[in-house]
Protein backbone atom coordinates (compact mmCIF):
# COMPACT_ATOMS: atom_id res chain seq x y z
CA UNK A 1 0.00 0.00 0.00
CA UNK A 2 1.45 4.02 -0.66
CA UNK A 3 2.67 5.20 2.68
CA UNK A 4 0.04 8.21 2.12
CA UNK A 5 -2.52 6.08 2.43
CA UNK A 6 -1.97 5.14 5.51
CA UNK A 7 -0.29 8.68 7.15
CA UNK A 8 -0.56 7.31 10.78
CA UNK A 9 1.46 4.32 9.45
CA UNK A 10 5.06 4.10 10.93
CA UNK A 11 7.24 6.83 11.70
CA UNK A 12 5.45 10.16 12.76
CA UNK A 13 5.50 13.17 9.92
CA UNK A 14 7.37 15.56 12.33
CA UNK A 15 9.94 12.90 12.47
CA UNK A 16 9.96 12.41 9.11
CA UNK A 17 11.15 16.52 8.74
CA UNK A 18 13.77 15.98 11.82
CA UNK A 19 15.39 13.38 9.41
CA UNK A 20 14.90 14.28 5.48
CA UNK A 21 14.09 17.62 5.51
CA UNK A 22 15.82 21.08 5.46
CA UNK A 23 15.35 22.71 8.83
CA UNK A 24 14.96 26.41 7.07
CA UNK A 25 11.72 27.28 8.31
CA UNK A 26 10.59 27.76 12.51
CA UNK A 27 7.38 25.54 11.76
CA UNK A 28 4.72 25.07 14.54
CA UNK A 29 4.54 21.69 15.55
CA UNK A 30 1.20 20.84 13.47
CA UNK A 31 0.55 18.77 10.53
CA UNK A 32 -2.13 19.98 8.10
CA UNK A 33 -3.72 16.71 6.85
CA UNK A 34 -6.64 18.24 5.10
CA UNK A 35 -8.91 21.52 4.29
CA UNK A 36 -12.33 22.43 3.65
CA UNK A 37 -14.01 25.64 3.22
CA UNK A 38 -12.10 28.42 6.27
CA UNK A 39 -11.18 25.16 8.05
CA UNK A 40 -8.37 22.83 8.33
CA UNK A 41 -7.64 19.47 9.96
CA UNK A 42 -4.64 17.58 11.66
CA UNK A 43 -3.46 14.31 11.01
CA UNK A 44 -5.58 13.52 14.81
CA UNK A 45 -8.82 14.95 13.05
CA UNK A 46 -9.06 18.25 15.29
CA UNK A 47 -10.16 21.16 13.28
CA UNK A 48 -8.73 24.40 13.29
CA UNK A 49 -9.99 27.84 11.62
CA UNK A 50 -7.76 28.59 8.56
CA UNK A 51 -7.25 32.42 9.08
CA UNK A 52 -3.20 31.79 7.64
CA UNK A 53 -4.36 30.30 4.50
CA UNK A 54 -0.82 29.55 3.65
CA UNK A 55 0.28 33.14 4.35
CA UNK A 56 -2.56 34.64 1.85
CA UNK A 57 -2.94 32.05 -0.07
CA UNK A 58 -6.33 30.66 -0.58
CA UNK A 59 -8.53 33.49 -1.17
CA UNK A 60 -11.65 31.05 -1.69
CA UNK A 61 -10.46 28.63 0.44
CA UNK A 62 -10.12 24.99 0.79
CA UNK A 63 -11.67 22.51 -1.92
CA UNK A 64 -13.33 25.35 -3.33
CA UNK A 65 -15.67 23.66 -5.56
CA UNK A 66 -15.29 26.09 -9.13
CA UNK A 67 -11.36 25.59 -8.51
CA UNK A 68 -11.80 21.45 -8.34
CA UNK A 69 -13.71 21.93 -11.31
CA UNK A 70 -11.31 23.28 -13.42
CA UNK A 71 -8.56 21.39 -12.19
CA UNK A 72 -10.76 18.13 -12.99
CA UNK A 73 -11.57 19.38 -16.81
CA UNK A 74 -8.34 21.31 -17.35
CA UNK A 75 -5.89 18.17 -16.05
CA UNK A 76 -8.00 16.20 -18.36
CA UNK A 77 -6.84 18.14 -20.84
CA UNK A 78 -3.40 19.46 -20.75
CA UNK A 79 -1.19 19.84 -18.02
CA UNK A 80 1.50 21.47 -19.47
CA UNK A 81 2.74 22.88 -22.39
CA UNK A 82 6.59 25.10 -22.82
CA UNK A 83 6.50 28.50 -23.41
CA UNK A 84 8.00 27.73 -26.86
CA UNK A 85 3.98 27.65 -28.05
CA UNK A 86 1.00 28.87 -27.21
CA UNK A 87 -1.80 28.13 -24.47
CA UNK A 88 -4.69 29.50 -24.05
CA UNK A 89 -5.62 29.93 -20.38
CA UNK A 90 -2.30 31.88 -20.50
CA UNK A 91 -3.84 34.16 -22.62
CA UNK A 92 -6.94 34.79 -21.29
CA UNK A 93 -5.48 35.08 -17.63
CA UNK A 94 -3.04 37.62 -19.05
CA UNK A 95 -6.14 39.56 -20.56
CA UNK A 96 -8.01 39.67 -17.25
CA UNK A 97 -5.41 40.74 -15.34
CA UNK A 98 -4.70 43.98 -17.80
CA UNK A 99 -8.05 44.43 -18.09
CA UNK A 100 -10.10 43.97 -15.20
CA UNK A 101 -7.07 43.79 -12.53
CA UNK A 102 -5.85 46.84 -14.16
CA UNK A 103 -7.67 48.47 -16.30
CA UNK A 104 -4.78 50.22 -17.99
CA UNK A 105 -3.33 48.71 -21.50
CA UNK A 106 0.06 46.61 -20.37
CA UNK A 107 1.43 42.64 -20.80
CA UNK A 108 1.78 40.12 -18.65
CA UNK A 109 4.84 37.68 -18.06
CA UNK A 110 4.12 34.08 -15.96
CA UNK A 111 6.20 32.35 -13.29
CA UNK A 112 5.49 30.48 -10.24
CA UNK A 113 6.21 32.31 -7.09
CA UNK A 114 6.65 36.09 -5.70
CA UNK A 115 10.14 35.72 -5.48
CA UNK A 116 11.10 35.29 -9.13
CA UNK A 117 7.59 37.67 -10.02
CA UNK A 118 9.67 40.25 -8.17
CA UNK A 119 12.93 38.84 -9.72
CA UNK A 120 11.61 40.02 -13.04
CA UNK A 121 10.69 43.40 -11.94
CA UNK A 122 14.90 44.06 -11.37
CA UNK A 123 15.18 42.49 -14.23
CA UNK A 124 13.37 44.67 -15.99
CA UNK A 125 14.51 48.22 -14.03
CA UNK A 126 17.75 47.00 -15.47
CA UNK A 127 16.83 46.28 -18.73
CA UNK A 128 14.96 50.02 -18.63
CA UNK A 129 18.19 51.54 -17.60
CA UNK A 130 20.56 50.10 -20.03
CA UNK A 131 18.27 51.73 -22.50
CA UNK A 132 17.95 54.73 -21.12
CA UNK A 133 20.91 55.51 -19.97
CA UNK A 134 22.15 58.26 -17.32
CA UNK A 135 25.05 60.58 -17.53
CA UNK A 136 27.39 58.02 -16.07
CA UNK A 137 26.13 54.94 -18.19
CA UNK A 138 23.70 52.45 -17.81
CA UNK A 139 21.26 53.00 -14.68
CA UNK A 140 20.52 49.67 -12.80
CA UNK A 141 19.69 50.52 -8.95
CA UNK A 142 16.52 50.03 -7.32
CA UNK A 143 15.05 51.92 -4.38
CA UNK A 144 13.51 49.35 -1.84
CA UNK A 145 12.35 50.79 1.96
CA UNK A 146 13.79 49.46 4.93
CA UNK A 147 11.14 46.65 6.75
CA UNK A 148 9.80 45.27 2.79
CA UNK A 149 10.40 41.98 2.09
CA UNK A 150 10.66 40.56 -1.60
CA UNK A 151 11.22 37.30 -1.59
CA UNK A 152 14.57 34.49 -0.99
CA UNK A 153 16.24 34.84 -4.36
CA UNK A 154 19.76 36.33 -4.16
CA UNK A 155 17.85 39.49 -5.92
CA UNK A 156 14.94 38.94 -3.58
CA UNK A 157 17.19 39.21 -0.60
CA UNK A 158 19.01 42.16 -1.77
CA UNK A 159 16.36 44.22 -2.42
CA UNK A 160 14.91 43.04 0.93
CA UNK A 161 15.43 45.77 3.01
CA UNK A 162 15.49 43.20 6.42
CA UNK A 163 19.11 42.40 7.83
CA UNK A 164 18.00 38.71 9.04
CA UNK A 165 17.35 37.64 5.05
CA UNK A 166 20.65 38.32 4.02
CA UNK A 167 23.50 36.88 7.25
CA UNK A 168 25.16 34.39 5.66
CA UNK A 169 24.63 35.42 2.40
CA UNK A 170 27.22 37.73 1.11
CA UNK A 171 28.58 38.96 -1.29
CA UNK A 172 24.72 40.08 -2.27
CA UNK A 173 23.48 41.66 -5.44
CA UNK A 174 24.71 45.25 -5.97
CA UNK A 175 22.54 48.17 -6.38
CA UNK A 176 19.76 48.04 -3.96
CA UNK A 177 19.29 51.20 -1.14
CA UNK A 178 16.28 50.79 1.52
CA UNK A 179 15.00 53.91 2.49
CA UNK A 180 12.86 54.77 5.57
CA UNK A 181 9.37 54.31 4.85
CA UNK A 182 6.66 56.63 4.16
CA UNK A 183 9.54 59.33 3.76
CA UNK A 184 9.46 61.11 0.75
CA UNK A 185 11.71 63.30 0.99
CA UNK A 186 14.59 60.32 1.73
CA UNK A 187 13.43 59.74 -1.61
CA UNK A 188 14.20 62.63 -3.26
CA UNK A 189 17.54 63.00 -1.66
CA UNK A 190 18.33 59.25 -2.14
CA UNK A 191 18.06 59.57 -6.47
CA UNK A 192 21.36 59.33 -7.80
CA UNK A 193 22.57 59.51 -11.61
CA UNK A 194 22.33 55.07 -11.21
CA UNK A 195 19.38 54.93 -10.16
CA UNK A 196 16.60 53.04 -12.21
CA UNK A 197 13.61 52.45 -10.14
CA UNK A 198 12.04 52.35 -6.87
CA UNK A 199 9.94 48.78 -5.78
CA UNK A 200 8.05 49.11 -2.46
CA UNK A 201 5.29 46.53 -1.07
CA UNK A 202 2.17 48.90 -1.10
CA UNK A 203 1.18 47.68 2.49
CA UNK A 204 4.15 45.95 3.84
CA UNK A 205 3.37 42.16 5.06
CA UNK A 206 6.46 40.55 6.35
CA UNK A 207 7.69 43.77 8.48
CA UNK A 208 4.97 44.29 9.88
CA UNK A 209 1.52 44.92 7.62
CA UNK A 210 2.20 49.35 7.28
CA UNK A 211 0.63 50.50 4.88
CA UNK A 212 2.29 53.06 2.33
CA UNK A 213 0.51 56.52 3.20
CA UNK A 214 -1.79 57.67 -0.33
CA UNK A 215 0.56 60.85 0.11
CA UNK A 216 3.59 58.94 -0.41
CA UNK A 217 2.20 57.17 -3.09
CA UNK A 218 1.06 59.67 -5.23
CA UNK A 219 4.73 61.36 -4.32
CA UNK A 220 6.45 58.62 -5.36
CA UNK A 221 4.34 58.79 -8.74
CA UNK A 222 5.54 62.38 -9.15
CA UNK A 223 9.46 61.69 -8.29
CA UNK A 224 9.78 58.82 -10.34
CA UNK A 225 8.04 60.89 -13.49
CA UNK A 226 10.81 63.56 -12.87
CA UNK A 227 13.92 61.28 -12.73
CA UNK A 228 12.69 58.90 -15.07
CA UNK A 229 12.24 55.81 -12.82
CA UNK A 230 9.77 52.87 -13.27
CA UNK A 231 7.22 53.14 -9.90
CA UNK A 232 7.11 49.19 -9.39
CA UNK A 233 4.96 47.90 -7.01
CA UNK A 234 5.48 43.87 -4.99
CA UNK A 235 1.86 43.36 -4.45
CA UNK A 236 2.95 39.39 -4.32
CA UNK A 237 0.81 39.18 -0.17
CA UNK A 238 -1.44 42.23 -0.58
CA UNK A 239 -2.63 42.16 -4.32
CA UNK A 240 -5.52 40.04 -5.17
CA UNK A 241 -8.54 41.53 -3.60
CA UNK A 242 -7.60 40.90 -0.12
CA UNK A 243 -7.45 45.28 0.61
CA UNK A 244 -10.87 45.56 -1.04
CA UNK A 245 -9.26 45.89 -4.60
CA UNK A 246 -8.06 43.33 -6.84
CA UNK A 247 -5.00 45.93 -7.44
CA UNK A 248 -4.05 46.57 -3.38
CA UNK A 249 -2.38 50.08 -3.62
CA UNK A 250 -6.04 51.09 -4.96
CA UNK A 251 -7.70 50.38 -1.68
CA UNK A 252 -5.24 53.01 -0.01
CA UNK A 253 -6.72 56.40 0.55
CA UNK A 254 -5.72 59.33 -1.86
CA UNK A 255 -3.79 56.73 -4.19
CA UNK A 256 -6.32 55.44 -6.11
CA UNK A 257 -5.56 57.02 -9.12
CA UNK A 258 -1.32 56.32 -8.94
CA UNK A 259 -0.45 54.02 -11.64
CA UNK A 260 2.87 52.06 -11.33
CA UNK A 261 4.90 50.87 -13.97
CA UNK A 262 4.87 47.28 -12.84
CA UNK A 263 3.32 45.31 -10.40
CA UNK A 264 4.12 41.58 -9.14
CA UNK A 265 1.78 39.29 -7.65
CA UNK A 266 1.46 35.38 -6.69
CA UNK A 267 0.16 34.09 -3.60
CA UNK A 268 -3.34 34.42 -3.78
CA UNK A 269 -3.60 34.29 -7.69
CA UNK A 270 -3.24 30.31 -7.84
CA UNK A 271 -5.59 29.40 -5.42
CA UNK A 272 -3.32 27.17 -3.59
CA UNK A 273 -1.42 26.54 -6.62
CA UNK A 274 2.16 28.04 -7.46
CA UNK A 275 1.88 30.82 -9.88
CA UNK A 276 3.15 34.49 -10.17
CA UNK A 277 2.96 37.25 -12.45
CA UNK A 278 4.49 40.70 -13.10
CA UNK A 279 2.36 43.32 -15.10
CA UNK A 280 4.06 45.89 -17.26
CA UNK A 281 2.68 49.15 -18.41
CA UNK A 282 2.42 49.32 -22.21
CA UNK A 283 3.95 52.28 -22.30
CA UNK A 284 6.35 54.44 -24.22
CA UNK A 285 9.95 54.08 -22.68
CA UNK A 286 10.82 57.73 -24.36
CA UNK A 287 9.34 60.41 -25.71
CA UNK A 288 11.12 59.62 -28.96
CA UNK A 289 8.32 58.57 -31.94
CA UNK A 290 8.06 54.76 -31.98
CA UNK A 291 9.74 54.19 -28.88
CA UNK A 292 9.71 50.97 -27.83
CA UNK A 293 6.85 49.71 -25.09
CA UNK A 294 8.15 48.94 -21.42
CA UNK A 295 5.82 46.00 -21.86
CA UNK A 296 8.44 44.85 -24.61
CA UNK A 297 11.52 45.69 -23.06
CA UNK A 298 12.03 41.96 -21.92
CA UNK A 299 11.64 40.68 -25.61
CA UNK A 300 12.64 36.64 -26.68
CA UNK A 301 15.76 35.47 -25.28
CA UNK A 302 15.82 37.75 -22.67
CA UNK A 303 13.96 35.86 -19.55
CA UNK A 304 11.86 33.11 -19.18
CA UNK A 305 10.30 30.14 -17.20
CA UNK A 306 9.56 26.40 -17.96
CA UNK A 307 6.32 25.94 -15.75
CA UNK A 308 5.17 29.85 -16.02
CA UNK A 309 1.53 30.21 -16.80
CA UNK A 310 1.37 26.61 -17.51
CA UNK A 311 -2.64 25.98 -19.09
CA UNK A 312 -3.65 24.22 -15.61
CA UNK A 313 -2.07 26.92 -13.39
CA UNK A 314 -3.45 29.67 -15.40
CA UNK A 315 -7.08 28.01 -15.77
CA UNK A 316 -6.88 27.58 -11.94
CA UNK A 317 -6.14 31.21 -11.56
CA UNK A 318 -8.11 32.78 -14.29
CA UNK A 319 -11.15 30.72 -12.14
CA UNK A 320 -9.66 32.35 -8.81
CA UNK A 321 -10.09 35.55 -10.05
CA UNK A 322 -13.21 35.16 -12.04
CA UNK A 323 -15.37 33.43 -8.65
CA UNK A 324 -13.24 36.74 -6.27
CA UNK A 325 -15.15 39.18 -8.78
CA UNK A 326 -18.44 36.86 -9.33
CA UNK A 327 -19.00 36.59 -5.70
CA UNK A 328 -18.79 40.33 -4.31
CA UNK A 329 -15.65 39.14 -2.51
CA UNK A 330 -13.62 42.36 -2.61
CA UNK A 331 -16.04 44.72 -1.67
CA UNK A 332 -17.00 42.78 1.10
CA UNK A 333 -13.44 42.24 2.54
CA UNK A 334 -13.23 45.80 2.87
CA UNK A 335 -16.52 46.14 5.30
CA UNK A 336 -15.36 42.83 6.71
CA UNK A 337 -11.83 44.13 7.54
CA UNK A 338 -13.45 47.56 8.92
CA UNK A 339 -15.43 45.04 11.52
CA UNK A 340 -12.80 43.14 12.73
CA UNK A 341 -10.69 46.45 13.19
CA UNK A 342 -13.56 47.51 15.42
CA UNK A 343 -14.72 44.56 17.29
CA UNK A 344 -10.73 44.35 17.95
CA UNK A 345 -10.35 47.88 19.17
CA UNK A 346 -13.42 47.68 21.50
CA UNK A 347 -12.10 45.10 23.81
CA UNK A 348 -10.02 47.64 25.07
CA UNK A 349 -6.96 45.19 26.09
CA UNK A 350 -3.97 47.09 27.17
CA UNK A 351 -2.45 43.70 24.82
CA UNK A 352 -3.46 45.54 22.15
CA UNK A 353 -1.42 48.48 21.14
CA UNK A 354 -2.75 48.83 17.43
CA UNK A 355 -4.89 47.23 14.33
CA UNK A 356 -2.97 47.89 11.51
CA UNK A 357 -3.55 47.02 8.04
CA UNK A 358 -7.06 47.04 5.94
CA UNK A 359 -9.44 44.10 4.42
CA UNK A 360 -8.70 41.08 5.08
CA UNK A 361 -5.01 41.58 5.69
CA UNK A 362 -4.47 42.47 9.21
CA UNK A 363 -2.20 43.11 11.98
CA UNK A 364 -2.52 42.79 15.63
CA UNK A 365 -0.29 45.19 17.36
CA UNK A 366 1.43 43.57 20.58
CA UNK A 367 3.33 45.23 23.04
CA UNK A 368 7.38 44.51 22.13
CA UNK A 369 9.02 41.60 24.28
CA UNK A 370 12.36 41.78 25.44
CA UNK A 371 15.05 42.29 22.33
CA UNK A 372 16.05 38.47 21.08
CA UNK A 373 13.45 37.02 23.18
CA UNK A 374 12.26 33.53 22.59
CA UNK A 375 9.09 32.52 21.68
CA UNK A 376 8.38 36.39 20.90
CA UNK A 377 5.34 37.69 21.35
CA UNK A 378 4.10 37.41 17.98
CA UNK A 379 4.89 33.26 18.21
CA UNK A 380 3.39 33.36 22.35
CA UNK A 381 -0.12 34.74 20.65
CA UNK A 382 0.23 32.46 17.28
CA UNK A 383 0.39 28.97 19.80
CA UNK A 384 -2.28 30.02 22.19
CA UNK A 385 -4.29 30.61 18.95
CA UNK A 386 -3.47 27.45 17.49
CA UNK A 387 -3.64 25.17 21.03
CA UNK A 388 -7.61 26.99 20.74
CA UNK A 389 -8.23 26.10 17.24
CA UNK A 390 -7.28 28.86 15.31
CA UNK A 391 -4.49 29.59 12.84
CA UNK A 392 -2.58 33.25 12.66
CA UNK A 393 0.85 34.31 11.22
CA UNK A 394 3.21 36.30 12.88
CA UNK A 395 4.59 39.23 11.01
CA UNK A 396 7.99 39.98 12.78
CA UNK A 397 8.46 39.95 16.67
CA UNK A 398 5.59 41.55 18.09
CA UNK A 399 2.77 41.72 15.31
CA UNK A 400 0.58 38.79 14.31
CA UNK A 401 -1.66 38.47 10.91
CA UNK A 402 -5.55 37.64 10.22
CA UNK A 403 -5.33 36.60 6.64
CA UNK A 404 -8.79 34.59 6.56
CA UNK A 405 -10.42 33.32 3.63
CA UNK A 406 -12.18 35.86 1.09
CA UNK A 407 -15.24 33.60 1.47
CA UNK A 408 -14.88 33.62 5.38
CA UNK A 409 -17.80 33.74 7.10
CA UNK A 410 -19.67 36.26 9.57
CA UNK A 411 -19.87 33.15 12.39
CA UNK A 412 -16.27 31.81 11.22
CA UNK A 413 -15.34 35.59 11.67
CA UNK A 414 -17.25 35.64 15.23
CA UNK A 415 -15.84 32.30 16.21
CA UNK A 416 -12.16 33.37 15.35
CA UNK A 417 -12.51 36.90 17.05
CA UNK A 418 -13.77 34.42 20.41
CA UNK A 419 -10.09 32.67 20.05
CA UNK A 420 -8.43 35.66 19.88
CA UNK A 421 -9.62 37.52 22.67
CA UNK A 422 -9.02 34.43 24.73
CA UNK A 423 -5.65 33.89 23.23
CA UNK A 424 -5.00 37.30 23.97
CA UNK A 425 -5.98 37.53 27.56
CA UNK A 426 -3.67 33.97 28.33
CA UNK A 427 -0.57 35.73 27.68
C1 LIG B 1 5.62 41.05 -0.40
C2 LIG B 1 6.23 39.73 -0.74
N1 LIG B 1 7.04 39.65 -1.80
C3 LIG B 1 7.60 38.47 -2.16
C4 LIG B 1 7.38 37.33 -1.44
C5 LIG B 1 8.01 36.03 -1.88
O1 LIG B 1 7.04 35.19 -2.41
P1 LIG B 1 7.34 33.62 -2.61
O2 LIG B 1 7.49 33.03 -1.25
O3 LIG B 1 6.13 33.11 -3.36
O4 LIG B 1 8.58 33.53 -3.41
C6 LIG B 1 6.55 37.37 -0.31
C7 LIG B 1 6.31 36.16 0.50
O5 LIG B 1 5.92 36.23 1.63
C8 LIG B 1 5.97 38.61 0.05
O6 LIG B 1 5.18 38.71 1.11
Redesign the pocket.
Given at each position: MHPLTQPLAGVATSELFARHVVPNYGRFPLTIARGEGSWVWDEEGKRYLDFATG??VSPLGHRDPAVMRTIREQSETLLHCSNLYWNRPQGLLARFISERMMAAPGKVFFC???????ETLIKLARKFGSLRPGPEGPRYEVLTFEG??????MA?ISATGQTKVKTGFAPLLEGFRHLPWNDLAAVQEAIRPQTAAILL?PL???GGIRPADGDFLQGLARVCREHDLLLMF?????GIGRLGHFAGWKAIPGAEAVLPDAV?W??GMGGGL?I?SAWIASRPISGEPGATLLSDVLGPGSHGSTFGGGPLVAAVSLTVLEEIEARGLIPRAAQLGREIREAVLSWNLPMVREVRGMGLMLGIVLPPGDPGASPTPAARLTQAAMERGLLLVPAGTDVVRLLPPLTVSSEEIALALDILKTSLASL
Open positions: IANSGAEANSFHGRTGEQGEDEVQCSAKPG
